[in-house]
């Protein structure tokens, strides 16, 4: 697993497969979903994994791509506070800031080929205004990583189920 085996897999127009649903997570009050993705029919290593908050006070979720380590991850909360370092791309804000946010992989990618995958995506910037809601959000990250949503492949977020 290297830095161009993901550069690839970002490339290819990837296809969720399989039959998805929402599973108790190992967190109280998180459930998660892990949709295979596949390239040309066949599967790969990379999976799309949603985690949401269904009895949380405010909209949280968070929508990831993996590759065994996260290599593209989008943080709807507002309940946590990310701080960029100092040393990033000039383009990223510094913060600290509590507000909805993406770790892309190309932020986040290693200088050299020869460099392990990040355990972490320790770089992140702002996701546009518009970007108020999951399905907006789902579609937005789906548009940057190159997954092609089919027909009914949309997820929606599961309902609380206890009273706030």
């Known amino acids: 697993m290297s830095r161009g085996?993901?550069?690839?897999?970002?490339?290819?127009?990837?296809?969720m497969v399989?039959?998805?649903?929402?599973?108790?997570?190992h967190r109280k009050n998180e459930r998660r979903m892990v949709i295979p993705l596949a390239i040309g029919g066949e599967t790969t290593n990379m999976e799309l994994v949603i985690k949401a908050f269904p009895n949380h006070e405010e909209l949280k979720f968070t929508i990831m791509l993996t590759?065994?380590?996260?290599?593209?991850?989008l943080c709807f909360a507002t309940?946590?506070?990310?701080?960029?370092?100092?040393?990033?791309?000039?383009?990223l804000p510094i913060?600290?800031?509590?507000?909805?946010?993406?770790?892309?992989?190309?932020?986040?990618?290693?200088k050299n080929d020869t460099s392990p995958l990040p355990?972490?995506?320790?770089?992140?910037n702002f996701i546009p205004d518009n970007l108020v809601d999951f399905l907006g959000c789902f579609r937005w990250f789906c548009a940057q990583t190159n997954i092609r949503i089919g027909k009914g492949q949309e997820p929606m977020l599961p309902p609380p189920d206890r009273l706030l």
């Open 79 to 91: 309940d946590t506070a990310h701080l960029n370092p100092v040393i990033r791309p000039s383009h």
């Open 67 to 73: 590759y065994t380590v996260c290599v593209w991850r």
């Open 18 to 25: 399989g039959v998805f649903e929402w599973t108790d997570n």
């Open 5 to 15: 085996d993901v550069d690839d897999l970002l490339a290819a127009e990837k296809e």
């Open 95 to 110: 913060g600290p800031f509590n507000t909805p946010h993406y770790h892309s992989w190309a932020d986040n990618r290693p």
């Open 119 to 124: 355990k972490r995506m320790i770089f992140a």
